[in-house]
């Protein structure tokens, strides 16, 4: 079987106030072509197809129309992923026929997805995980052990514990499977989340729980069970997991760039050749690129000069390095770079200056307060101030989610 695994499209993200949505479309275009010419039997979406819980109407009619289109030719598995609304991605779900699957509900965890080969035989097993908030999910992934009150025992407040906890039910459904003789079927996991090693950018959501936002890749091993993880949530496309130990575990990436920090990811979605023996050979296919993304740093006239012909159709961060701000800086770089999307100006001494103390989106924004109450308070932050700086963040962060 082929399947072809993507993720973290954002329908309705913009990029420093640019509209993406032709940008998104194009990809779309590509997508459903790309499903025809491969003769794929099925799309795996590993969430946050939305940029947010209540998208724009644009966004929702984009969705439709590709939906529809990739469903004349093939299947499609879909998760929600920490952007998007569970309740309202899945509305309708129960209406939905074989050739399209939105998986966002706890009680499904272990209820796969059987995709047809060419002989109407089960080609492969695709268990799907919507995004697992810890605080939102741990009630209803509570097992069938009581404490010494009576009462069912929830997984602890952490993503690993929730993942685990899905995963038991995903493995109580399939290692029946394994042992039952017969021919293997392969089995795919879909799931939103991330796995310690993943390398991050700046443009994912914190989904922090506990000072923890990722889970252990042993959490998905078992060298009878799982064959391929089909992961989301982080933007750049890679592997991730310990070879030979953990099943094939990759990370789709998103199809566009949404922070500078990924200018140089080379966005793909994974091709992936399934057998009776696993996975067979995953072909990464590089997504359309709607600009090229990246910085120019100089001084004004360096900038006006001829070295940067090639950059001018280019989405740029500008920086401006003379020590006297230029008149008019704004207006003369947007006239020479028309597609500049930030444009900064630090002079020279100052960088030299700031070093290592500049903050930048990519920080954590916990280390990034405890150095600012250093830096106030002239001593470092103790635990227990750092713990109500803690808190407060995770409390705005579970807000942006239940949004």
């Known amino acids: 079987m082929r399947i072809l695994h993507t993720s973290d499209w954002h329908l309705g993200r913009t990029l420093h106030g640019v509209d993406l949505q032709e940008h998104h479309a194009t990809f779309l275009d590509h997508l459903v072509e790309l499903v025809r010419a491969e003769k794929?039997?099925?799309?795996?979406?590993?969430?946050?197809?939305y940029d947010r819980a209540?998208?724009?109407?644009?966004?929702?009619?984009?969705?439709?129309?590709?939906?529809?289109?990739l469903t004349e030719t093939t299947r499609v598995v879909l998760t929600p992923g920490n952007h998007d609304s569970a309740t309202r991605l899945g509305f309708g779900a129960g209406l939905?026929?074989?050739?399209?699957?939105?998986r966002s509900a706890v009680a499904d965890l272990?209820?796969?997805?059987?995709?047809?080969?060419v002989d109407g035989a089960t080609g492969a097993l695709v268990y799907a995980l919507p995004y697992l908030d810890p605080d939102m999910t741990r009630e209803a992934l509570a097992g069938p052990e009581r404490d010494e009150?009576?009462?069912?025992?929830?997984?602890?407040?952490?993503?690993e514990a929730v993942t685990a906890a899905a995963l038991r039910r995903v493995r109580a459904d399939l290692d029946p499977r394994r042992a039952g003789g017969g021919a293997r079927v392969p089995a795919v996991l879909l799931a939103h989340t991330f796995v310690t090693g993943g390398d991050a950018s700046e443009s994912e959501r914190d989904i922090r729980v506990g000072g923890v936002d990722q889970v252990p890749s042993g959490v998905f091993g078992d060298p009878s069970g799982l064959d391929y993880v089909a992961l989301g949530h982080l933007h750049g496309p890679q592997r991730v997991g310990r070879d030979g130990v953990d099943p094939v575990m990759r990370y789709?990436?998103?199809p566009l760039a949404f922070s500078f920090s990924e200018a140089r990811h080379h966005k793909s979605t994974a091709l992936v050749e399934l057998g009776p023996d696993g996975v067979r050979g995953t072909e990464l296919v590089p997504t359309p690129v709607a600009r090229r993304l990246g910085d120019v740093t100089?001084?004004?006239e360096q900038l006006l000069g001829r070295t940067f012909d090639d950059r001018t159709d280019d989405w740029l961060r500008v920086t401006v390095t003379d020590d006297v701000r230029p008149e008019q800086m704004w207006a003369r770089v947007a006239a020479r770079f028309p597609h500049a999307l930030v444009v900064q100006h630090v002079p020279?001494?100052?960088?030299?200056?700031?070093?290592?103390?500049?903050?930048t989106a990519a920080q954590d924004p916990l280390e990034v307060a405890a150095q600012f109450l250093l830096a106030a308070g002239g001593r470092p932050a103790e635990q227990a101030e750092l713990a109500v700086v803690r808190e407060a963040y995770e409390r705005v962060l579970a807000t942006e989610r239940s949004a």
């Open 252 to 254: 789709a990436g998103s």
């Open 96 to 102: 939905f026929r074989d050739r399209l699957v939105v």
């Open 149 to 159: 009150h009576g009462r069912q025992v929830r997984p602890a407040r952490s993503h």
């Open 110 to 117: 272990g209820r796969p997805v059987a995709l047809p080969d």
């Open 54 to 69: 209540v998208p724009p109407v644009a966004s929702v009619e984009l969705l439709s129309d590709a939906l529809t289109r």
């Open 348 to 359: 020279a001494t100052l960088r030299e200056r700031a070093g290592a103390v500049a903050v």
């Open 298 to 300: 100089g001084t004004l």
């Open 40 to 49: 794929v039997d099925a799309v795996l979406v590993a969430g946050d197809v």
